[in-house]
């Protein structure tokens, strides 16, 4: 089934993917194409204290949110498309699915290739990164396409280097220790835009439907794609990924010097002191600052 979902939001997107990847039609597989707004989105095992820049963090703005699969953190917004594979485990190939996508872009006019660690690239840069989750025999094959974003304030939002001549935004890596998955940097992003100059994630969209049309047989295309999702159930799964316990509590363990002070966090949460800090900051939130005092 091909799906265009109708929403923008990143925490409904994100909760629509999982409901179809935990739903109770186990057979069916779905290639889903969607935008949403701006908005950071990071992988299951990252550090958001780590991955993004500190002001954005601290701020709020973008919002970030905190993805069900691996992989590194990533920019969204206008300008950007993500697609989603979920079908069952059995057959499942991702080099297949992102042969699918080239394909797919071919017919917009831009040559894309796929490196060895499953990245796509055009003129060797970076236009797609993906990521995987496994459950129960299902699995969720989801990642983004840059069309036309805005790619200065994509690196301007994250914590790592993402391109030729940026310099990395405000963070201190030095200080935090942990073994959360980093987000691997280098290699320079770009637009799939600047090879084919009248691209956009609507002729995306088409490209990829087409693809769709030519390869599965018996492509179903719901007129109305919303209608697919139980309304409580889909709110259930949405406020669980705008939930503080879940964008910073799933937080792998770490420590942070701040000071003289060592800080051990356990979900987000501050559980110890070392010297003792009479209770200054145990049981607490660890919060951006503490970093920033730390430098």
């Known amino acids: 089934m091909f799906v265009r979902l109708p929403w923008t939001s990143a ?18 597989s779905f290639l889903l194409v969607y935008e949403n707004s701006e908005s950071l989105i990071i992988g299951k095992n990252q550090n958001p204290w780590l991955e993004l820049a500190l002001p954005v963090l601290q701020s709020g703005e973008p919002p970030f949110f905190r993805r069900i699969s691996g992989g590194g953190a990533v920019w969204q917004g206008p300008g950007n498309l993500n697609f989603s594979f979920i079908t069952n485990r059995a057959g499942f190939s991702k080099e297949d699915n992102l042969d699918f996508v080239r394909r797919s872009l071919r017919r917009s006019g831009v040559c894309i290739e796929r490196t060895a660690r499953g990245d796509l690239t055009a003129g060797g840069k970076k236009v797609s990164g993906n990521a995987l989750c496994f459950r129960r025999g299902r699995v969720l094959h989801h990642g983004t396409l840059l069309v036309d974003a805005p790619l200065e304030k994509l690196k301007n939002s994250l ?14 890596p030095v200080v935090i220790e942990t073994r959360a998955v980093a987000s691997v940097c280098g290699m320079p992003v770009a637009n799939l835009k600047d090879f084919s100059a009248s691209l956009t994630p609507a002729l995306c969209v088409q490209a990829l439907l087409e693809e769709a049309l030519a390869v599965y047989e ?44 060592l800080l051990t966090v356990q979900n987000g949460i501050i559980t110890a002191a070392d010297p003792p800090s009479g209770g200054r900051f145990e049981g607490k939130y660890f919060t951006s600052d503490l970093i920033r005092a730390s430098r």
């Open 11 to 28: 925490a409904r997107n994100l909760a629509a993917e999982e409901y179809l990847l935990d739903g109770a039609d186990t057979d069916a």
């Open 159 to 172: 914590s790592v280097h993402t391109g030729e001549g940026a310099e990395p935004p405000v963070a201190s």
């Open 218 to 261: 018996n492509l179903r295309v719901p007129a109305e794609p919303g209608a697919m999702f139980p309304v409580e159930k889909l709110r259930v799964l949405e406020n669980r990924h705008r939930d503080r316990d879940w964008l910073y509590g799933a937080t792998p363990a770490f420590t942070c010097r701040s000071g003289e002070t």
